[in-house]
C-alpha cells in the first residue's frame, strides 16, 4: 500500500509539471468551493446533498470597475459516485468584460484497504465558457481630443477595426484525482490532489485567428493534524501552473470546536506568492458552514491600493442524512 501511494504521489507531481502563458481567474478560498477546486471532490460529503455559494470583490480600492466573481454549485453522493454542476458568473473592467461557465461533473470515490481508510476519487467535469466585452464602452487613442481643454470624444472614430467578435462560447473540459486518509482517529490526515482545466484546448479569440486557451494544472496538498479531540490544525499549499504563469499558495487553517454551542470556530492565514496575505474566519453550525476572507494586497501595487485587496464570501448549506454516521476526514472542514 506504502508503494502503490508514494507511485500515485510521484505521478500527480509529474502531471503537475508539464505543459502549464496566462494565468485563469482563481479564488482566495480556493478550497471552499470544492467544485472549483477539484472536480474529483464531488460529491465528497457527508450528507445528502451540498449547495455552496462563493462571491469575490476585488481591486475596488485602485479600478473604476472592480473585478466581481460569483460562483454558485451544487453536487450529492450515490453509493461510490458524487454528482454535481457549477455556475460561475466573473465581470470586470469598464468594457464589461464577463465569462460566464456552466460545468457538470461526475467522480467516482472508492477505498483501498480492508478498513476504507485509504480513499481514491476520480472525475470528469465538463461544460460550456461564454465570453463577452462590450465595446461601445471601451475608448481608445483615436478618441483623444485637445480641444475644449481635452478628453475623450465617443463620437470620434476609435480607428479600431469592426469586426470583433462582441460574444463566443467555448466548451470546457476537466478532470480530477484526489487521495485523501480518512481515518477519524488517525492523528494525521493527509491528502493530495491534481485537477487540470482546459484539457480539450478550445480557441478562444475575439478575431478570425488561431488562439488555443493553455491547459491549467493544480496540485493541492495538505495535511490535518488532530491535537486534541477539539481542535486541528490544517497546513496546505497549492501549486497552479498555466504556461508561463505560476502561482504558490501557502496556508494554515484551524478549528477549535466548542462543545457548549455545537459550534466550529474556523480561521485561516494565507500566504500567496509574493502578492497577498489573506484572514479568514468562520463558523461551522450543524449543516451549514458560513466564512469570510479578506486580502492584504503585498504586491508593488500596495502603495496604490493601500495594502487593500479584496473580500471574500462564502456559504455552505448541506441536507442532512436521516440517521447520523461518522464523519469521514476530507481535505476540508
Same mark, same amino acid.
Given at each position: 500500500?506504502?508503494?502503490?501511494?508514494?507511485?500515485?504521489?510521484?505521478?500527480?507531481?509529474?502531471?503537475?509539471?508539464?505543459?502549464?502563458?496566462?494565468?485563469?481567474?482563481?479564488?482566495?478560498?480556493?478550497?471552499?468551493?470544492?467544485?472549483?477546486?477539484?472536480?474529483?471532490?464531488?460529491?465528497?460529503?457527508?450528507?445528502?446533498?451540498?449547495?455552496?455559494?462563493?462571491?469575490?470583490?476585488?481591486?475596488?480600492?485602485?479600478?473604476?470597475? #472592480?473585478?466581481?466573481?460569483?460562483?454558485?454549485?451544487?453536487?450529492? #453522493?450515490?453509493?461510490?459516485?458524487?454528482?454535481?454542476?457549477?455556475?460561475?458568473?466573473?465581470?470586470?473592467?469598464?468594457?464589461?468584460?464577463?465569462?460566464?461557465?456552466?460545468?457538470?461533473?461526475?467522480?467516482?470515490?472508492?477505498?483501498?484497504?480492508?478498513?476504507?481508510?485509504?480513499?481514491?476519487?476520480?472525475?470528469?467535469?465538463?461544460?460550456?465558457?461564454?465570453?463577452?466585452?462590450?465595446?461601445?464602452?471601451?475608448?481608445?487613442?483615436?478618441?483623444?481630443?485637445?480641444?475644449?481643454?481635452?478628453?475623450?470624444?465617443?463620437?470620434?472614430?476609435?480607428? *479600431?477595426?469592426?469586426?470583433?467578435?462582441?460574444?463566443?462560447?467555448? *466548451?470546457?473540459?476537466?478532470?480530477?484525482?484526489?487521495?485523501?486518509?480518512?481515518?477519524?482517529?488517525?492523528?494525521?490526515?493527509?491528502?493530495?490532489?491534481?485537477?487540470?482545466?482546459?484539457?480539450?484546448?478550445?480557441?478562444? %479569440?475575439?478575431?478570425?485567428?488561431?488562439?488555443?486557451?493553455?491547459?491549467?494544472?493544480?496540485?493541492?496538498?495538505?495535511?490535518?493534524?488532530?491535537? %486534541?479531540?477539539?481542535?486541528?490544525?490544517?497546513?496546505?499549499?497549492?501549486?497552479?501552473?498555466?504556461?508561463?504563469?505560476?502561482?504558490?499558495?501557502?496556508?494554515?487553517?484551524?478549528?477549535?470546536?466548542?462543545?457548549?454551542?455545537?459550534?466550529?470556530?474556523?480561521?485561516?492565514? %494565507?500566504?500567496?506568492?509574493?502578492?497577498?496575505?489573506?484572514?479568514?474566519?468562520?463558523?461551522?453550525?450543524?449543516?451549514?458552514?458560513?466564512?469570510?476572507?479578506?486580502?492584504?494586497?503585498?504586491?508593488?501595487?500596495?502603495?496604490?491600493?493601500?495594502?487593500?485587496?479584496?473580500?471574500?464570501?462564502?456559504?455552505?448549506?448541506?441536507?442532512?442524512? #436521516?440517521? #447520523? %454516521?461518522?464523519?469521514?476526514?476530507?481535505?476540508?472542514?
Amino acid at each position: 500500500m506504502r508503494k502503490f501511494l508514494l507511485v500515485i504521489v510521484a505521478a500527480v507531481l509529474l502531471l503537475g509539471a508539464n505543459n502549464s502563458k496566462a494565468q485563469d481567474f482563481h479564488l482566495s478560498m480556493y478550497d471552499a468551493g470544492p467544485l472549483f477546486l477539484n472536480p474529483a471532490m464531488t460529491g465528497l460529503v457527508d450528507a445528502t446533498w451540498r449547495v455552496h455559494a462563493q462571491y469575490r470583490n476585488q481591486w475596488k480600492a485602485v479600478a473604476y470597475k #472592480p473585478y466581481n466573481t460569483a460562483l454558485l454549485s451544487f453536487d450529492v #453522493p450515490y453509493k461510490k459516485w458524487g454528482f454535481g454542476a457549477q455556475v460561475i458568473d466573473m465581470r470586470a473592467g469598464i468594457g464589461n468584460y464577463n465569462v460566464f461557465q456552466f460545468m457538470g461533473s461526475a467522480a467516482f470515490n472508492v477505498a483501498v484497504d480492508r478498513n476504507k481508510d485509504h480513499q481514491l476519487s476520480f472525475a470528469i467535469q465538463a461544460g460550456f465558457t461564454q465570453k463577452s466585452v462590450d465595446f461601445a464602452k471601451l475608448t481608445f487613442g483615436e478618441q483623444y481630443t485637445t480641444s475644449g481643454g481635452g478628453g475623450f470624444d465617443k463620437t470620434l472614430l476609435s480607428g *479600431e477595426t469592426n469586426n470583433a467578435l462582441r460574444s463566443q462560447i467555448i *466548451e470546457q473540459a476537466n478532470a480530477g484525482f484526489l487521495y485523501y486518509y480518512a481515518k477519524e482517529t488517525a492523528k494525521l490526515n493527509p491528502f493530495i490532489g491534481y485537477s487540470t482545466f482546459n484539457i480539450t484546448q478550445p480557441n478562444e %479569440t475575439y478575431f478570425d485567428m488561431a488562439n488555443k486557451l493553455p491547459i491549467r494544472h493544480y496540485v493541492h496538498t495538505g495535511v490535518r493534524i488532530n491535537i %486534541t479531540n477539539k481542535f486541528y490544525l490544517l497546513p496546505k499549499a497549492l501549486f497552479m501552473m498555466q504556461t508561463n504563469a505560476r502561482e504558490q499558495t501557502f496556508a494554515v487553517d484551524a478549528s477549535y470546536f466548542m462543545q457548549g454551542n455545537s459550534v466550529f470556530l474556523l480561521s485561516g492565514l %494565507t500566504y500567496r506568492n509574493k502578492d497577498a496575505m489573506v484572514i479568514s474566519i468562520g463558523m461551522r453550525k450543524d449543516n451549514y458552514i458560513a466564512k469570510m476572507s479578506y486580502d492584504v494586497n503585498t504586491s508593488s501595487l500596495k502603495d496604490a491600493s493601500n495594502n487593500r485587496g479584496g473580500i471574500e464570501l462564502s456559504f455552505t448549506y448541506m441536507g442532512k442524512k #436521516p440517521k #447520523p %454516521t461518522t464523519i469521514r476526514n476530507c481535505p476540508r472542514i
